[in-house]
T-cell receptor
Framework: EPEVTQTPSHQVTQMGQEVILRCVPI?????FYWYRQILGQKVEFLVS????????KSEIFDDQFSVERPDGSNFTLKIRSTKLEDSAMYFC???????????FGSGTRLTVV | AQSVTQLGSHVSVSEGALVLLRCNYS??????LFWYVQYPNQGLQLLLK??????LVKGINGFEAEFKKSETSFHLTKPSAHMSDAAEYFC???????????FGAGTILRVKS
């Protein structure tokens, strides 16, 4: 069964450093998303991406965040200058144009120290 | 804006007993509704989805959910709990194809032997 792949599975970074979280969505999917889950809290929407541009973003997704689909297969989330409160599990998801539903990756656990 | 309320952050059932996880939604337009399961340290796996076809939806692992518009509910049930069902369950709503998912706070299901 096709999967959404996220790397790395864990990342520890120092406050103020830039991090890039990587995702390989399912190949024929058209819609791409990033969500995050702070430990013990609900899953929160960050950003959606369609047709090579951001289609929607939440208030969490401020100027410190950016997304890119650099080569037609990868989908990345960059956090420019990490804060302690950015520590969370980050999930990538993708969706296709047929069967409605999203496939999530296994997540990247980001710890900012 | 749409929202989801999951009643009961923790539910405990005995093995073999009925599982009932409650989800109520709020949406100004006909919703698409989803249940996801998250096992410890794993991603989100789609259990089932309602996309305006049949109101009783069957999913994987013996789970089903019924969309009740009059009650704005989408409760998840399973006739007989198994130890392997212990996980966290998330209800989510979307209002348009390709749109973001809005998640409930989650319900942790514990299955006692």
């Amino acid at each position: 069964e096709p999967e959404v792949t996220q790397t790395p599975s864990h990342q520890v970074t120092q406050m103020g450093q830039e991090v890039i979280l990587r995702c390989v969505p399912i190949s024929n999917h058209l819609y791409f998303y990033w969500y995050r889950q702070i430990l013990g809290q609900k899953v929160e929407f960050l950003v959606s991406f369609y047709n090579n541009e951001i289609s929607e973003k939440s208030e969490i997704f401020d100027d410190q965040f950016s997304v890119e689909r650099p080569d037609g297969s990868n989908f990345t989330l960059k956090i420019r200058s990490t804060k302690l409160e950015d520590s969370a599990m980050y999930f990538c998801a993708s969706g296709d144009a047929g069967v409605y539903g999203y496939t999530f990756g296994s997540g990247t656990r980001l710890t900012v120290v | 804006a749409q929202s989801v309320t999951q009643l009961g952050s923790h539910v405990s059932v005995s093995e073999g007993a009925l599982v009932l996880l409650r989800c109520n939604y709020s949406s100004s337009v006909p919703p698409y509704l989803f249940w996801y399961v998250q096992y410890p340290n794993q991603g989100l796996q789609l259990l089932l989805k309602y996309t305006s076809a049949a109101t009783l939806v069957k999913g994987i692992n013996g789970f089903e959910a019924e969309f009740k518009k009059s009650e704005t509910s989408f409760h998840l049930t399973k006739p007989s709990a198994h130890m392997s069902d212990a996980a966290e369950y998330f209800c989510a709503v979307s209002v348009k194809y390709g749109n973001k998912l809005v998640f409930g706070a989650g319900t942790i299901l514990r299955v006692k032997s």
